[in-house]
């Protein structure tokens, strides 16, 4: 019976502390519902990665971009987050439950809804769907946006390579996924390019499909702390949320890290910001508002739209004014990659 | 009052009061929060359309393995926390198993089921021998356990991997479609199937109820879980027992992810759902290792989940209301048969006084019986024995 009890309250314990785990962004939602775009017949329906609106990175993005769109253009919108390890069905059905609410166009963000994308544009092909960093789904009423965003990496790694003092940095990725490895890519050929004998540590968080390396400062601090005390002076995350532990780490060391996504110099807390040196931009937010500007403006929409340093769907942030003086050298790189004279690798 | 009846009130009672003061509580929360209580109550308890009536049968099947497996442990005292570990690394062995497709069609599924089976066993065997050799408490063992089958699982993931170009997503390779289990059709406009898996779920659950009640092997593990040095007096090996129960969990945990596998997935890759065996422990507990009682406990939870996208798309309320309602239900569940087992055991120990009072009085005129010999105390269903009982029993020797 005392074991029966111990077992009751210790799972008691793992249920509170699973309901933690979501917690954080539940404020949140009830914000998207509504709409104020009376008049407009055209209800969007953003449907989030983990982490929803307000993971201060990847859906934020996509969250800001939507919100861009409803300034400007007067339409309805709710949203939808996914919970952590959720099944298959649940991302179709959140799909299918917005087309059924009349929803349309239906956003998905984050390549997890790839295949629920596949399978219910099939079942509502009156619908438009588009969906972030997926390039798989070829039926009508699929638009993909992708970036390229090993291009905006190998900026930021010239710019580590440029203003490194010990020739050695670093490279911290959330969860070892092709998506995460197109960032170490990038990287790890823009800071060669500076300096070819230039030391580089890379390390991931977690591997697939253990995706917490995405929303674990504490781990994500370690293992910058790890590079720091190694003798790397500037690292580069590409981890979500784990983004804040590297930050952290970096001023508490007197170093300088590199921030992803976002201008994370903007959002990241403001005890850490003097340690981004700058961010790489991955601009989910320009993805969606295209889009949805396409719709509202009735422009054929479909096939897969590519952001890319050409298009400005990445590139790098300068705010801190940290690499001022190096952004004439990071500019001709930019212009080497537009031109096709640099070919980005995109696996490591 | 006629004992059956109360024994029968009393379990009636402890369930309705678990869902009453479920009810309670998350409406509280969700007054606290500032949400529509009444809209989010009108959403949750609506009838769900067929195919989200299709969607909650196949979740439940998945969560009820893993109640299954998880409840295996508790008939033995054994908290089998690791069932997340196991069905992991199971789950992984079949689809790659299945993937390579050694053997054609439906002996390949075969083949994949034995194998998940033998790896959840063995993976789990791990903990049972520690805790039967070395006297390693086996919720420390699972829980370690659980992180190593995580990276082992990533690490032969990344080595097994295949993928689609332009797609994130990596995966084991597709099973070939003679393997699949077949869904079965329900409602005929409804695309959504019925996992085919469904057939080998009920197995699980006959079997489970069968071995435990109606064999040598259930009787000896459920004497072990009651009383270890009982069962070692009455020639039980408790050693072997742990390991056979352990082993038997991870067997039935080895079965959790193959519904999804064989039926919709295909292939397992990062996104397969997780978190699987954490959930199982919930839904044991809310059954009470009761076969039915899990079985009701996963259509429950499933119920639950399948409402945590309308709730935030129509309602606009977040879908942390699911889970914290999940959680509460299990916290009362658990408070009101404690509650609930400690009034009908108050209740016993009156009626037995006042029958021992009577008792004597007959028995003095020495030509009256004890009225009801009914042995069978009010106990809690999952066996364990209250502190009535003893005095029942006790009575029992002195009105003979």
């Known amino acids: ?348 | 009052m006629n004992v059956r009846l109360t024994k029968l009130l009393l379990g009636l009672a402890a369930p309705l009061l678990a869902l009453g003061l479920a009810f309670l509580i998350t409406s509280l929360v969700l007054a606290l929060a500032g949400d529509p209580v009444g809209a989010v109550w009108s959403q949750l308890l609506q009838w769900p359309q067929p195919r989200n009536q299709i969607n909650i049968l196949n979740n439940a099947m998945v969560l009820f393995l893993s109640g299954l497996a998880v409840s295996i442990g508790f008939r033995m005292n054994l908290f089998n926390i690791g069932v997340d570990g196991q069905y992991r690394v199971a789950v992984f062995v079949a689809a790659v198993v299945a993937g390579e497709a050694w053997l054609p069609g439906y002996a390949n599924t075969a083949l994949a089921i034995v194998c998940a089976m033998l790896a959840g066993a063995l993976w789990a065997g791990i903990a049972g021998v520690l805790k039967a050799t070395r006297g390693v408490s086996e919720v420390i063992a699972t829980i370690m356990l659980n992180f190593i089958a995580t990276s082992l699982v990533a690490y032969l993931l990344a080595k097994a991997a295949v993928r689609e170009e332009g797609s994130n997503v990596i995966g084991t390779k597709v099973i070939p479609e003679s393997s699949w289990i077949p869904g079965i059709q329900v409602w005929s406009d409804v695309a959504t199937e019925l996992y085919g898996f469904i057939v080998i779920t009920v197995l699980a659950g006959v079997g489970y109820w069968f071995v435990l009640n109606k064999t040598r092997f259930g009787f000896e593990l459920r004497a072990t879980g009651q009383s270890a040095t009982a069962a070692v007096a009455s020639g039980v090996s408790a050693k072997r027992m742990t390991i056979a129960t352990m082993m038997l969990s991870g067997a039935v945990a080895g079965l959790v992810g193959l519904p999804i596998l064989f039926g919709d997935s295909h292939s397992y890759g990062s996104t397969f759902q997780s978190g699987l065996g954490f959930a199982g422990i919930a839904i044991a507990l809310l059954g009470r290792n009761h076969p039915v009682g899990i079985a009701l406990g996963a259509l429950l939870f499933a119920f639950l989940d399948e409402q945590s996208n309308p709730l935030q798309i129509l309602v606009g309320v977040s879908p942390d209301i699911v889970a914290i309602t999940q959680g509460v239900i299990v916290l009362t569940v658990v408070v009101s048969y404690e509650l609930v087992r400690r009034y009908g055991a108050r209740l016993e120990q009156r009626r037995v006084a006042a029958e021992l009072a009577a008792g004597v009085t007959v028995a003095a005129d020495g030509d009256r019986r004890d009225p009801d010999p009914d042995p069978s105390a009010p106990s809690a269903p999952d066996g364990s024995r209250g502190p009535g009982d003893g005095d029942v029993d006790l009575s029992k020797e002195t009105t003979r």
Do not use: W
Request: aromatic share 8%.
């Open chain 1, 1 to 348: 019976m005392r074991r029966t009890k111990f077992a009751a309250v210790l799972a008691a314990g793992v249920l509170a502390l699973a309901g933690c785990g979501d917690s954080g962004s539940s404020d949140d939602n009830s914000n998207g519902g509504g709409g104020d775009g009376a008049g407009s017949d055209i209800k969007v329906g953003l449907a989030y990665d983990v982490g929803g609106r307000g993971d201060q990175s990847f859906n934020d993005s996509a969250a800001a971009g939507l919100d861009q769109a409803k300034d400007e253009f007067d339409v309805q919108s709710q949203e939808s987050e996914a919970e952590d390890g959720e099944a298959e069905s649940a991302r179709e059905e959140r799909l299918r439950t917005f087309a059924d609410a009349g929803y349309d166009p239906i956003i998905a963000v984050g390549f997890a809804y790839g295949p629920a994308v596949q399978k219910v544009s099939a079942e509502y092909t009156d619908v438009q769907f588009a969906i972030i960093d997926d390039s798989t789904n070829t039926a009508d009423n699929v638009t993909n946006l992708v970036f390229a965003e090993e291009q905006g990496s190998f900026l930021v790694g010239a710019a580590a390579a440029l203003k490194t003092e010990t020739d050695h940095i670093g490279f911290i990725g959330g969860v070892e996924t092709p998506l995460i490895q197109k960032f170490q890519a990038g990287y790890v050929a823009g800071a060669e390019a500076v300096n070819p004998d230039i030391q580089i540590d890379v390390t991931y968080l977690t591997q697939p499909p253990d995706f917490s390396g995405f929303a674990d400062p504490a781990r994500g601090k370690t293992a910058a702390q790890g590079m720091y005390d190694a003798g790397a002076d500037i690292v580069y995350h590409a981890a979500g949320g784990s983004g804040g532990g590297v930050f952290e780490a970096a001023s508490e060391s007197g170093n300088r890290a590199i921030g992803v996504d976002s201008d994370q110099y903007n959002t990241a807390d403001p005890s850490v910001r003097d340690a981004i040196m700058t961010s790489m931009l991955k601009n989910v937010n320009v993805a969606v508002y295209e889009y949805l500007s396409d719709i509202v403006n009735g422009e054929e929409v479909g096939g897969t739209v590519t952001y890319d340093l050409a298009a400005d769907g990445v590139g790098y942030s300068t705010s801190g004014g940290f690499i001022d003086d190096i952004v004439e050298q990071l500019d001709e790189y930019k212009q080497q990659i537009v031109d096709g004279d640099i070919e980005v690798p995109t696996t490591p």
